[in-house]
């Protein structure tokens, strides 16, 4: 497994952008597809968006595509998300994981980051 630590979350107005970091330590990154998920209080986690291992092939829940866009760089070890045209709706802790497969839930993703918090004021 690999260890993930997320960073880059704060408060924003509407309309704005966030670029979400989630740095990754192990030697077994560039094995791993991984997945921004995020939850709201009260509220199942959900998908935002996954990247293959290479990084060549992307994925989109329908409420992000258009507006985030997931990338890593393994030479760094780390995954991005960068939010524009952010919504109040978009508000919650976001969550980078990785998995060896390829999914969307939550349950196929076997390391999971603390989370960072995302809130979007109207």
């Known amino acids: 497994q690999v260890q993930l630590v997320e960073s880059g979350g704060g408060l924003v107005q509407a309309g704005g952008s966030l670029r979400l970091s989630c740095a990754a330590s192990?030697?077994?990154?560039?094995?791993?597809?991984m997945g921004w998920f995020r939850q709201a209080p009260g509220k199942e986690r959900e998908f935002v968006a996954r990247?293959?291992?290479?990084?060549?092939?992307?994925y989109y829940a329908d409420s992000t595509k258009g507006r985030f866009t997931i990338s890593r760089d393994n030479a760094k070890n780390t995954v991005y998300l960068q939010m524009n045209s952010l919504k109040p709706e978009d508000t919650a802790v976001y969550y980078c994981?990785?998995?060896?497969?390829?999914?969307?839930?939550?349950?196929?993703?076997?390391?999971w980051g603390q989370g960072t918090q995302v809130t979007v004021s109207s």
């Open positions: 192990g030697r077994t990154f560039r094995s791993y597809a």
């Open positions: 990247v293959s291992w290479s990084g060549s092939s992307t």
């Open positions: 994981a990785g998995s060896t497969g390829w999914s969307t839930s939550p349950i196929d993703f076997t390391s």
